[in-house]
């Protein structure tokens, strides 16, 4: 079976919201060409895609991953967890969570490894097996969060912030901005400030931490299988 260009770019920007290993950064002139080839996305984003591609492959390896894990599992304003943007650890996470995970079972998705379901890239590795229309109709559920999360790296300078960018754009843009608002009102963490850090995270039970491959394809054909649907998704990338 062969998949269309916008599962190949989903499964392109899933790898990239992965955690920085060796084998990813082999394969990130593969990863660049898939993106650089995808027309639903502006010429101005495409460029934003090539320069983080190209900011991993010139980048030391150990400084990538202390930068991503300084992002992404040090700020819980930036986690990659969605649901902790709109639930927190409240009741309804779990809710949340539990149907997730039966939408991807009731499509033959059987995620595996620590991660957890709202993990942006597993999420993404699910939506790049799924009909476009279905993959469009949960990234635009997700779509406030997603803008609040490409707005947050904007201003951190960071160039992740054109993952979440195109993710937006190729759910044909962003309907509810009062929820983006009220999302941007929320405090933004700075990884810098170990006490506000320490803070924000006694609030309640941490139940996940820092997985560096949560939710992230195969290293063994990180991107080998790109043309075929995927219904698993590993638990850690090889480092």
Same mark, same amino acid.
């Given at each position: 079976?062969?998949?269309?260009?916008?599962? #190949?770019?989903?499964?392109? *920007?899933?790898?990239? *919201?992965?955690? &920085?290993?060796?084998? *990813?950064? =082999?394969?990130?002139?593969?990863?660049?060409?898939?993106?650089?080839?995808?027309?639903?996305?502006?010429?101005?984003?495409?460029?934003?895609? =090539?320069?983080?591609?190209?900011?991993?492959?010139?980048?030391?390896?150990?400084?990538?991953?202390?930068?991503?894990?300084?992002?992404?599992?040090?700020? #819980?304003?930036?986690?990659?967890?969605?649901?902790?943007?709109?639930?927190?650890?409240? #009741?309804?996470?779990?809710?949340?969570?539990?149907?997730?995970?039966?939408?991807?079972?009731?499509?033959?998705?059987?995620?595996?490894?620590?991660?957890? &379901?709202?993990? *942006?890239?597993?999420?993404?590795?699910?939506?790049?097996?799924?009909?476009?229309?279905?993959?469009?109709?949960?990234?635009?559920?997700?779509?406030?969060?997603?803008?609040?999360?490409?707005?947050?790296?904007?201003?951190?300078?960071?160039?992740?912030?054109?993952?979440?960018?195109?993710?937006?754009?190729?759910?044909?843009?962003?309907?509810?901005?009062?929820?983006?608002?009220?999302?941007?009102?929320? &405090?933004?963490?700075?990884?810098?400030?170990?006490?506000?850090?320490?803070?924000?995270?006694?609030?309640?039970?941490?139940?996940?931490?820092?997985? &560096?491959?949560?939710?992230?394809?195969?290293?063994?054909?990180l991107l080998a299988r790109m043309d075929q649907p995927q219904h698993a998704a590993s638990a850690r990338a090889a480092s």
């Open positions: 079976m062969t998949v269309n260009p916008q599962d #190949r770019t989903l499964k392109a *920007l899933s790898l990239l *919201l992965c955690y &920085p290993s060796a084998e *990813l950064v =082999a394969a990130l002139p593969e990863i660049g060409g898939v993106l650089g080839a995808e027309t639903r996305l502006t010429a101005l984003l495409r460029g934003d895609l =090539a320069r983080l591609v190209d900011e991993m492959r010139s980048g030391d390896l150990y400084a990538l991953q202390e930068r991503y894990v300084d992002l992404f599992d040090r700020s #819980r304003s930036l986690s990659l967890n969605l649901f902790e943007h709109v639930h927190g650890e409240g #009741r309804d996470r779990g809710g949340a969570m539990l149907s997730l995970l039966e939408t991807y079972r009731e499509a033959g998705f059987e995620p595996t490894g620590w991660d957890l &379901p709202d993990h *942006l890239p597993l999420l993404l590795e699910f939506l790049s097996t799924q009909p476009g229309e279905t993959a469009a109709d949960i990234l635009t559920s997700a779509g406030h969060i997603l803008q609040a999360l490409a707005v947050r790296l904007g201003r951190r300078g960071s160039a992740y912030a054109a993952v979440p960018s195109a993710l937006v754009e190729l759910a044909g843009g962003v309907s509810d901005h009062a929820a983006v608002s009220g999302l941007l009102d929320q &405090p933004d963490s700075d990884p810098a400030d170990l006490a506000a850090l320490d803070a924000v995270w006694e609030e309640s039970e941490v139940l996940f931490g820092p997985d &560096p491959g949560a939710g992230c394809p195969s290293g063994r054909d």
